[in-house]
């Protein structure tokens, strides 16, 4: 059983503090090992179905070694911040906000670290994908495929925090599916962090420990490309190499619905793992738009490359580039007068890509082409460096394959730098001259405006 005595407990629903909260545990638990720590800690939430028994075993005083001691506060947050499920006023449970700016579930995370931890000493995870991952990407495709909703209406959606500083709340952006965002990326981790535990020559000596490891990793001067594997701001990068598409396929297919599953899958790759995680406005805290946005007509044409060159320095965090972004749309809003920040998308330097405008409407980055390309900046000084490998490839690779896929830039789409179509030494001499290489790169004849 479990034992309880009093104590205060953290309140903010950020990974932070759970990890705060699992320290905390393991210092009144010392002769606990991770396995243990997770279970008991799963055991908390009443997080324990037949499902989840069929591939972990039963949650009972005959497995477990030691009794796990949590405090009756503490008890309350466990349970708040594992226990997962969406009110009926759209409020999801069971996340929180992580240093990256992601929004995780932690049930699929801790189930997907308890299969690694218990798995078989030849690396053998049982009801990996199942726990972390199938069960629900399955409910989500075939409650679609019923329910007749449009097809972008099966996986998703994310939301926005209250407050990103101090999160306690977090609502949904739209109707839920049984795979919201939050419940992928939670799932996502648990796949690879499971897998890295089970592969490991030696169990880590604390779950916080992984934890902190994964999702509080400093970025240095380097930024991504000096970066170690097994962090989260390489979440689908990783994923994408150790997911195995025929095993999840697999899974989730039944009797007479392999279209269904199918068509599910093409969306959970196009959005999770070809596309790049893109920080949305809310995150960045972004003020409304000012006036009437006007909407653009998809498929675009052009690319359009800039660089900030105010702020001058590349955002190594989800932190630092928010403050950018918002002293960004402040400069355009106010000093310029624009409706917005004018940019479609913004690139940090900590490997995700931010909202400007976004995908439908239209900016004000390139005078006289804005409503025929989208113009993308990466935050920074380019004139005699430029951005580091891993940040240009969020733009030239997987941004371009998210946008030619989801039809909102033509298969055969141009390249140019700002500099070629307005007065301006944007994006910087470095950067142009890198960009000048990238396949799509598209001179363009001065009188005729036509690409060679």
């Not at 798995?119 to 409650?143: A, D, E």
């Not at 660089?307 to 320095?313: I, N």
């Not at 355009?332 to 890509?353: C, E, K, N, P, T």
Request: aromatic letters at 8%.
């Amino acid at each position: 059983p479990l034992i309880l005595c009093g104590a205060q407990s953290a309140t903010q629903i950020h990974m932070d503090d759970f990890i705060k909260v699992v320290e905390t545990i393991e210092l009144e638990n010392y002769l606990l090992d991770p396995l243990a720590v997770v279970k008991g800690l799963r055991k908390a939430a009443g997080v324990d179905t037949p499902f989840i028994q069929h591939y972990l075993g039963y949650l009972s005083d005959d497995t477990e070694p030691h009794h796990l001691v949590i405090k009756p506060v503490d008890t309350g947050y466990i349970t708040k911040v594992i226990k997962h499920r969406v009110t009926v006023l759209g409020v999801e449970e069971g996340v929180v906000l992580t240093a990256d700016g992601t929004t995780v579930a932690l049930s699929p995370l801790l189930l997907g670290i308890e299969a690694g931890l218990q798995s078989t000493p030849l690396g053998h995870v049982r009801g990996l994908y199942p726990l972390t991952l199938t069960k629900n990407l399955g409910l989500s495709f075939f409650h679609h495929a019923q329910s007749k909703l449009p097809a972008s209406s099966s996986l998703g959606p994310g939301g926005c925090w209250d407050n990103v500083t101090a999160p306690q709340v977090f609502t949904l952006s739209g109707v839920a599916s049984f795979a919201t965002e939050a419940l992928i990326t939670g799932g996502m981790d648990g796949v690879i962090v499971g897998k890295h535990v089970a592969e490991r020559t030696s169990r880590p000596l604390r779950l916080s420990g992984l934890l902190k490891e994964y999702y509080n990793h400093q970025l240095g001067i380097g930024g991504l490309d000096a970066a170690p594997a097994l962090i989260s701001q390489r979440r689908r990068t990783r994923f994408r190499k150790l997911a195995n598409l025929p095993l999840l396929k697999r899974q989730i297919r039944r009797a007479k619905i392999e279209e269904i599953v199918n068509e599910g899958l093409k969306e959970f790759v196009h959005s999770y793992m070809d596309c790049p995680a893109i920080i949305p406005r809310c995150m960045w805290e972004a003020k409304p738009y000012r006036g009437i946005p006007t909407l653009l007509s998809l498929p675009l044409s052009f690319l359009f490359i800039h660089h900030t060159y105010e702020p001058s320095q590349p955002c190594l965090t989800f932190y630092q580039c928010s403050r950018d972004m918002r002293a960004m749309q402040r400069f355009h809003q106010d000093d310029r007068g624009w409706d917005d920040i004018g940019y479609s998308f913004v690139a940090g330097s900590d490997g995700y890509l931010y909202e400007g405008r976004g995908w439908h409407w239209q900016g004000a980055h390139t005078k006289g082409y804005n409503s025929k390309g989208y113009g993308v900046s990466f935050i920074g000084d380019y004139t005699s460096s430029i951005p580091s490998q891993s940040t240009m490839d969020l733009v030239r690779h997987q941004l371009a394959k998210c946008a030619t896929d989801g039809v909102k830039l033509v298969s055969d789409f141009t390249i140019h730098g700002h500099r070629q179509l307005v007065s301006t030494s944007c994006p910087g001499d470095a950067l142009y001259n890198k960009i000048k290489g990238w396949t799509q790169f598209g001179v363009r004849d001065e009188v005729t405006g036509v690409k060679l």
